[in-house]
Antibody, heavy 120, light 107 residues
Framework: QVQLQESGPGLVKPSETLSLTCTVS????????WSWIRQPAGKGLEWIGR???????NYNPSLKSRVTMSVDTSKNQFSLKLSSVTAADTAVYYC??????????????WGQGTMVTVSS | DIQMTQSPSSVSASVGDRVTITCRAS??????LAWYQQKPGKAPKLLIY???SLQSGVPSRFSGSGSGTDFTLTISSLQPEDFATYYCQQANSFPETFGQGTRLEIK
């Protein structure tokens, strides 16, 4: 079955760029939307954005100026870059597969999540 | 952005109880609502999509209903493994937004 695994640094300095990669195994990355979602400790879920395998993206306007997503179909991977991070970006970051139900998605497969702390 | 408001924020119940969680959208979202279950330290798990469609592999004691702005998730007979936090999420428009969560605790 399809599995997702996030990878990347667990500690990022303020003002620097957070970079994460999600590897898709057990299935093809093609023909799906792939999202990033984050969750600060003890808080709710925030959708960051999504990318289609064509490279088409949709970003949360609250983060749009700082977010870049990319996809590498040859490696079955997609990536997130979040620039100019602050302590407010400290969270568990999840990658997830979108099951398109409308304009948006229901997220049917999730990675286990990776904790990213922003601190000097 | 569409605001999603869940009630209650927390609820205590016993094994075997019937529990209902409500989610209200700040504007109409047709039937484009999903429900998730999250246990501590784990990723959310999709339970219901399109307001009432049960995700494959999810027990039939979970059901969803509603359309427009008001939605409910019902667990017909609580099992020990159901104690968790539940989130609703709208997929009607961008940005996709989640409710603040409902924590279901053991009484």
């Amino acid at each position: 079955q399809v599995q997702l695994q996030e990878s990347g640094p667990g500690l990022v300095k303020p003002s620097e760029t957070l970079s994460l990669t999600c590897t898709v195994s057990g299935g093809s990355i093609s023909s799906y939307y792939w999202s990033w979602i984050r969750q600060p400790a003890g808080k709710g879920l925030e959708w960051i954005g999504r990318i289609y395998t064509s490279g088409s993206t949709n970003y949360n306007p609250s983060l749009k100026s700082r977010v870049t997503m990319s996809v590498d179909t040859s490696k079955n991977q997609f990536s997130l870059k979040l620039s100019s991070v602050t302590a407010a970006d400290t969270a568990v970051y999840y990658c997830a597969r979108g099951m398109i139900v409308a304009v948006g998605d229901a997220f049917d497969i999730w990675g286990q999540g990776t904790m990213v702390t922003v601190s000097s | 952005d569409i605001q999603m408001t869940q009630s209650p924020s927390s609820v205590s119940a016993s094994v075997g109880d019937r529990v209902t969680i409500t989610c209200r959208a700040s504007q109409g979202i047709s039937s484009w609502l999903a429900w998730y279950q999250q246990k501590p330290g784990k990723a959310p798990k999709l339970l219901i999509y399109a307001a009432s469609s049960l995700q494959s592999g999810v027990p039939s004691r979970f059901s969803g209903s509603g359309s427009g702005t008001d939605f409910t998730l019902t667990i017909s007979s609580l099992q020990p493994e159901d104690f968790a936090t539940y989130y609703c999420q709208q997929a009607n428009s961008f940005p996709e937004t989640f409710g603040q969560g409902t924590r279901l605790e053991i009484k």
